[in-house]
């Protein structure tokens, strides 16, 4: 059985979760060694074996991001020819994998990370290209032979956006850790060089700066840490320029209040933060989006407890009272997922924050809880069965 998965990101070019959930799961159902998976990605070039990378076009250089994307996808579809199906992961390679599957005859069944209807802040970032991005999904959900939710909650919201999709073509299949790659790494001096003191508490955050990552809500939140706790942000790649602008304003506010506030911006590779998240107490995950949010798998398997919202697919991966503490949150019913009462979620997240670093030693137990937890129920291996068993669905006797 011939597998190609299509995919924006992939290695070495990896800013977010969709992208570390094709590289494990790529490597999980090759080792199977029952079927021939090949990747196609956008960028590259790129000397793995299997592997295509697929750069924009010239021709559509300086046109808007979305119609450069459809124009990588159009490439990809034509290098799927003799696949016996195809899977693709958000809605920039959703367009490939559609028309693959038309093309070729063969099923086509998509992974969903992220939904454009849950996300119209990004409307700031593409303009008409997220006309165009929305059109896209919808086809692509509509037409395929089965989705592939990473949680329950995920698969709630597939069903509200898209309710012409049939609910049994919808599966649930959890994203995965590598527990092996991701676990505690004690590394004093790099988090030092970092300008991080090892010697205090520290909250951190780990992610980009989106709406859907709520950290102007963290900023906001922070001001009521007690004084000796720091506040680590590793978060960059801002999708708007506006956005950018207030979290560097609510950050300079805060750091006329208090000292311990670490920004860096940069992306950092593997080791370096699982050395923070390793001199860290606890972890911070104030989102108002989150499909299920592996930054938490990531956190959990690095031994640290979590303070996270309570939306999507995150109450699936952190247990309140057990691995960590879960935020309440009610939210809009437009989209967005804003609080209703910003308010009261700001003065919920402090809470929840301040109580996390009162006892360390608890915050400690909940860590260990936590890494046992992302070991037992979410690898990688569990992930590529899971997923193996939806294509055999698909592809019937």
Not at 29 to 49: K, M, S, Y
Not at 198 to 207: K, Q, S, W
Not at 305 to 333: F, R, S
Request: net charge negative.
């Amino acid at each position: 059985m011939r597998i190609d998965i299509l995919t924006k990101e992939y290695p070495p070019s990896i800013y977010g979760g969709a992208g570390v959930h094709v590289a494990e799961l790529t490597r999980a159902l090759r080792a199977r060694g029952d079927t021939d998976v090949r990747v196609h990605a956008f960028g590259g070039p790129r000397d793995e074996e299997g592997t295509t990378s697929h750069p924009d076009l010239p021709a559509l250089e300086g046109t808007n991001a979305a119609l450069s994307t459809l124009g990588v996808d159009l490439t990809m579809a034509a290098e799927c020819a003799g696949a016996d199906l195809v899977h693709s992961h958000t809605w920039y390679a959703n367009f490939a994998g559609h028309v693959a599957g038309l093309l070729e005859g063969v099923p086509h069944v998509l992974s969903a990370h992220s939904l454009e209807p849950m996300r119209p802040w990004k409307a700031e970032q593409l303009g008409g290209g997220y006309r165009l991005s929305s059109w896209v999904e919808r086809t692509a959900y509509e037409g395929a032979a089965a989705v592939i939710a990473v949680s329950a909650g995920m698969r709630e919201d597939i069903l509200r956006a898209y309710p012409s999709v049939d609910p049994d073509k919808v599966k649930v299949v959890h994203n995965g850790i590598d527990s092996e790659l991701w676990q505690r790494h004690d590394a004093p001096d790099v988090v030092r060089d970092l300008g991080i003191d090892v010697d205090r508490p520290a909250v951190v955050f780990v992610g980009r700066i989106t709406r859907q990552k709520g950290l102007p809500f963290l900023l906001r939140a922070a001001a009521e840490l007690p004084p000796e706790v720091q506040l680590v942000l590793l978060a960059g790649a801002p999708d708007t320029p506006e956005i950018k602008t207030e979290v560097e304003g609510l950050v300079d506010g805060l750091r006329g209040e208090r000292d311990g506030v670490v920004w860096i911006s940069e992306m950092l590779p593997r080791d370096k933060v699982t050395a923070v998240l390793s001199a860290s107490s606890v972890f911070v995950c104030p989102s108002v989006y989150e499909p299920l949010g592996i930054v938490n798998l990531e956190a959990m398997a690095c031994g640290l407890p979590v303070v996270a919202t309570a939306t999507g697919g995150i109450p699936e991966v952190v247990v309140d009272g057990e691995t960590g503490w879960l935020v309440p949150i009610e939210q809009k019913q437009d989209g967005t997922g804003t609080p209703v009462d910003e308010d009261r979620f700001v003065a919920d997240l402090a809470a929840a924050l301040t109580d996390s670093v009162s006892d360390l030693d608890r915050a400690a137990r909940y860590g260990e809880a936590g890494r046992a937890r992302a070991v037992e129920s979410f690898s990688w291996d569990t992930i590529g069965d899971r997923t193996m068993e939806v294509y055999r669905e698909v592809l019937g006797p």
